[in-house]
């Protein structure tokens, strides 16, 4: 039986309460549950409840994988080619924000302290920032630090999962 992302929702929706995102840009029918699963890969797809989203976020632009591209999820396959390292607190003299590995915005999460995250659109929820310059990254009041399902390794501020540059 081949289930579209429709059909996937409906039915997570009525056992769960839980929500399957296809894409912000792509209506929800066009979007089979395997594409989903195919394009997010290691990434995974993003699953969450609406009813438990923050009044500020907008669950029609919430991504379609839960990991950053750059993140946790693919630091065990990286760990192995010795790609990307362990995930350390940005040192002090470090700035505020900046645009990290991959092309993509991160901040400091705390004045003097370590902790750092991934900086996303809708309040954390939406896609991944992307840039070519730091400048680009100075937060903005409708970015957060990634946030996502509890399975989001690379979501919220911490000090583990690798240096984001």
Known sequence: MKFTTTT????????????VLASPAASVASISAAKLEADCGVLHVMAYNETALPPDVDPTH???CVEHPSGSAIDAQAEEE??????????????????????????RCDGNGGSWCW????????????????????????WGCGQGPSDCDACGCSCSGGLPW
């Open 119 to 142: 900086q996303a659109v809708n309040s954390g929820w939406g896609d991944w920032i992307k840039c070519t310059s730091s400048s680009q990254c100075n937060p903005q009041s409708s």
């Open 62 to 64: 919430i991504r379609k």
């Open 8 to 19: 996937l929702i409906i039915t997570l929706q009525t056992t769960l309460g839980v929500t």
């Open 82 to 107: 010795n790609t990307i390292g362990k995930r350390d607190c940005v040192s002090a003299n470090t700035g505020q924000y900046g645009c990290g590995r991959g092309g993509y915005c991160w901040k």
